[in-house]
């Protein structure tokens, strides 16, 4: 068996001065998390993919006569098999105490945690929020990935908790992939850019569903000179967010609270509209009309980059599967609708040119304060994502 590398400790996570405080005990549970999750995607996983193809995979084609040839099929086919209730129970439990973990953390501190993000945020012109914002209902309507309250609940006046408990516990929940700020997709979209578009120098950049702002910051830093809006409908995330880039020395970034469906700025407005792991929380009522905003904002010659996960086109039926756990287990109402449209055809019907559209994956920059050299052993803990990216040029 080959030596498995662990996940990097939770106290190596990257701090500013409205992150959480914390001690011994955090540490251990955050610690104990990442290392669950990691024993269930690196050594339960493939034990359960040994059922499918040894048990269940075998009696489906005895009963059928043909093998699953749907991520439906192998679901209804799985969920009786043993190996997999114990992995699938574990990974909720897992994003479960996740929660609790995060939440312990931050609401224990929330007094001296909101009048901190309060010094940093008052009297910015770079955090407007406007409570007439409506929270859309794909947002409201359940504690999305196991979160209590989502992503807009306050619990206080002027709350950051959702914020804090966000960025508290991405870290374990990812194994340190993302990098020490969590920011791993941004930065990735940015060495993108500079290394495939050197000549793209974007004046303003809009990003929608920052959520805290981890993937905009490293655009914000990666284009000095651009003037970079961040909107999101939750306002505990944005006030956090304002909060952490503020601290972290970013000024030319501007976080509002607003739809990303409806935006008052003109036609052409913008030169780079992104956005990170954001359309698979959007909804099939939301998603065509946002993408025709994006339309409307960009102007010629700009570009909407979008990082996802893969689609589930041509993709094998097991894979697809175990890919859509989220839906099924982990409060992804949109997931997997989401996964099998038809980015093409959806981004040609928002007013894009369909020779303009493009399907790439962007490999993850690696964070080395995190992942030293020496602890690399090349597999598992791949040290960074590998991003699925979709858009167009107008
Ligand atoms: C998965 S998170 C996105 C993560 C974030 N982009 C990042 O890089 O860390 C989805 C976010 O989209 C926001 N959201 C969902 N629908 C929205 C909409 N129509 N307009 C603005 N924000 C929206 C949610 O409040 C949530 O913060």
Same mark, same amino acid.
């Given at each position: 068996m080959s030596q498995q590398a662990l996940p990097p400790s939770w106290q190596h996570v990257g701090r500013h001065d409205v992150f959480p405080s914390s001690g011994h005990d955090d540490t251990a549970r955050f610690d104990f998390l990442a290392n669950l999750n990691g024993y269930l995607a690196t050594r339960l996983s493939p034990k359960v993919r040994v059922a499918y193809d040894k048990r269940v995979k075998p009696a489906f084609e005895a009963a059928q006569g043909r093998a699953p040839e749907t991520r439906h099929e192998v679901r209804k086919a799985m969920v009786g098999d043993p190996i997999y209730q114990t992995w699938s129970a574990l990974r909720r439990s897992s994003m479960e105490m996740r929660q609790q973990?995060?939440?312990?953390?931050?609401?224990?501190?929330?007094?001296?945690?909101?009048?901190?993000?309060?010094?940093?945020?008052?009297?910015?012109?770079?955090?407007q929020l406007d409570p007439s914002v409506k929270v859309p209902r794909h947002v409201s309507a359940v504690d999305i990935h196991c979160m209590p309250g989502g992503y807009h609940t306050e619990l206080v006046k002027d709350d950051i908790s959702a914020g804090a408990n966000y960025d508290a516990g991405i870290f374990a929940t990812t194994g340190g992939m993302l990098g020490r700020f969590n920011d791993g997709g941004g930065q990735a979209l940015a060495q993108w850019l500079k290394q495939e578009?050197?000549?793209f120098k974007p004046r303003r950049i809009l990003d929608l569903g920052c959520t805290v702002g981890h993937n905009v910051v490293p655009l914000a830093q990666a284009f000095p000179d651009a003037e970079v809006i961040a909107v999101?409908?939750? /306002?505990? %995330?944005?006030?956090? *967010?304002h909060a952490r880039a503020r601290s972290m020395g970013v000024d030319n970034l501007l976080f509002r609270q607003a739809d990303a469906e409806s935006l008052d700025y003109p036609d052409g407005h913008f030169d780079l509209i992104s956005t990170a792991m954001f359309w698979h929380e959007s909804s099939a009522r939301s998603m065509p009309r946002t993408l025709q905003e994006v339309h409307r904002l960009l102007a010629d010659g700009?570009?909407?980059?979008?990082?996802e996960q893969p689609q589930y086109h041509g993709m094998d039926p097991y894979e697809a599967f175990v890919r859509d756990w989220d839906a099924y287990n982990n409060n992804e109402p949109f997931w997997s609708v989401m996964h099998e449209y038809d980015l093409? /055809?959806? %981004?040609?019907?928002? *007013?894009?040119?369909?020779?303009?559209?493009?399907?790439?994956?962007?490999?993850?920059v690696v964070d080395r304060s995190i992942f030293p050299e020496a602890s690399n052993d090349g597999e598992d803990y791949g040290r960074a994502a590998l991003w699925t990216m979709f858009g167009a040029w107008k």
């Open positions: 973990a995060g939440r312990g953390l931050v609401l224990r501190q929330l007094a001296p945690l909101v009048e901190k993000a309060r010094e940093l945020n008052e009297g910015s012109p770079n955090l578009h050197p000549d999101d409908v939750s /306002a505990p %995330m944005l006030r956090y *967010g700009g570009l909407s980059a979008n990082l093409r /055809a959806m %981004m040609a019907a928002a *007013g894009f040119d369909d020779s303009r559209y493009f399907e790439t994956t962007v490999a993850g």
